[in-house]
């Protein structure tokens, strides 16, 4: 059984549109409460509060005269609202993410609806408080006998309202094994590149509407904060950003589908991508590329379709190591896309070689679990070294004093 999410456009009407946006504004306003009372509590008297304890706030804000409203919605969204500032807060403890930031209003908002908050009746959806069901496009069908377990409603910045309907899908979706193997090198020019000398270009959707998105920001910069002719300008940027977003998203599934379906195992570095787009001069094209949502759709395509993902360790030399006899070339600048082995004088293609040597080192791991970090050099060792010394001596100090 694989937990699913179906996404799907749909088009309020009035009276369904007001609720979803009082019920928006409610939540906001409840996790922003509770994020500066969280906040507030650990930085005054170092108490941290969890979720039991803002639910139970939670209850008496309803209670107060200028926060009645709060009975207008259905009151799941809201609870839900505070759950997910507790997970937010234990990545954050956890070091996954960094500390919660509020919500604000231009960025839309996704209330959640659990079974109680929902109805599902005749393949239609029936939100708590709503006598109408919500007019989805129904792009597509859901799986047979299945009944969705949570609802998601979306408005984001460009004004489009969506839905995402959470089911578990008992169907087997795994595909008939094949013998094929191919490791892919994640590049900028060529967005993949495979061990068979395949590459998928790299559509840039940035640089395509970039003059466009250049003169609605500019536009936008003009216009005085918060009037009306300001709201129109950033709906505007708004919109565009949409586009290059779905446009990206959509090359994104088609080409990892294909990479899926195609192949047994699939072979990719694991990237530290967050790390890489600190450099300025090619976070934008960083990003763009979309790496990390490339490799996260392999990973959970592979395990529905029933094929292997491989992720080898992201310090392996795979660019610099002759895929031929092995010889490591000690410097090799991004400028140089071909290069000639001084070893045996094979004539390499970067991103093709570093693809072949991603495959031989996924196989290594897969087969004898065989290490692909290089070995540490002597500087690394001694700051390493360094290090350690001044972190004992820093206890030290402090179990002195």
């Not at 928006?24 to 409460?33: E, F, M, T």
């Not at 071909?338 to 693809?355: F, L, Y």
Request: glycine letters at 4%; one cysteine or more; charged letters at 25%.
């Amino acid at each position: 059984m694989v937990e699913k999410a179906y996404r799907f456009r749909f088009y309020p009407n009035t009276e369904q549109e007001n609720l979803l946006r009082r019920t928006l504004g409610c939540v906001r306003l409840i996790y922003n409460k509770a994020l500066a009372v969280r906040t507030q509590a650990w930085y005054e008297n170092k108490e941290r509060v969890g979720y039991a304890q803002t639910s139970a706030m939670l209850t008496s804000w309803k209670k107060r005269d200028d926060l009645n409203f709060l009975t207008e919605v259905s009151s799941v969204p809201l609870q839900q609202g505070l759950r997910h500032l507790q997970t937010a807060f234990t990545n954050f403890f956890s070091g996954l993410t960094k500390y919660p930031n509020f919500k604000k209003k231009r960025n839309g908002g996704s209330p959640e609806f659990t079974k109680s908050a929902f109805k599902w009746k005749d393949g239609q959806v029936y939100l708590a408080k709503c006598s109408e069901p919500l007019p989805i496009r129904w792009s597509r069908q859901l799986p047979q006998n299945c009944v969705p377990s949570t609802i998601t409603v979306k408005l984001d910045p460009s004004g489009r309202w969506s839905v995402s309907l959470r089911v578990n899908d008992p169907r087997d979706l795994r595909l008939k094994p094949v013998t094929k193997q191919v490791g892919i090198d994640l590049g900028i020019t060529s967005l993949v590149t495979t061990s068979d000398g395949e590459t998928f270009a790299n559509p840039k959707n940035l640089n395509k509407l970039h003059k466009k998105l250049r003169l609605a920001q500019k536009s936008l910069s003009r216009k005085t904060f918060g009037s009306n002719n300001y709201q129109k300008a950033r709906l505007k940027v708004a919109r565009i950003h949409a586009k290059i977003k779905d446009s990206r998203l959509d090359y994104t599934h088609k080409l990892t589908t294909q990479l899926i379906r195609e192949n047994q195992t699939v072979v990719v570095e694991d990237l530290a991508v967050k790390n890489m787009v600190k450099n300025h001069k090619l976070a934008k094209a960083i990003n763009d590329a979309n790496w990390s949502e490339l490799v996260r759709q392999l990973e959970y395509k592979a395990d529905w379709y029933g094929r292997e993902l491989i992720k080898i360790d992201r310090y392996f030399p795979s660019s610099k190591r002759c895929s031929n006899c092995g010889y490591i070339v000690e410097k090799l600048p991004l400028n140089i896309r071909e290069w000639d082995c001084p070893e045996c004088g094979v004539h390499h293609d970067r991103d093709i070689n570093a693809s072949i040597n991603i495959l031989a080192a996924g196989l290594a791991v897969s087969v004898c679990g065989a290490t692909v970090r290089p070995s540490e050099s002597k500087s690394r060792k001694a700051g390493a070294k360094k290090q350690k010394v001044s972190s004992s001596d820093a206890r030290e100090s402090r179990a002195v004093s």
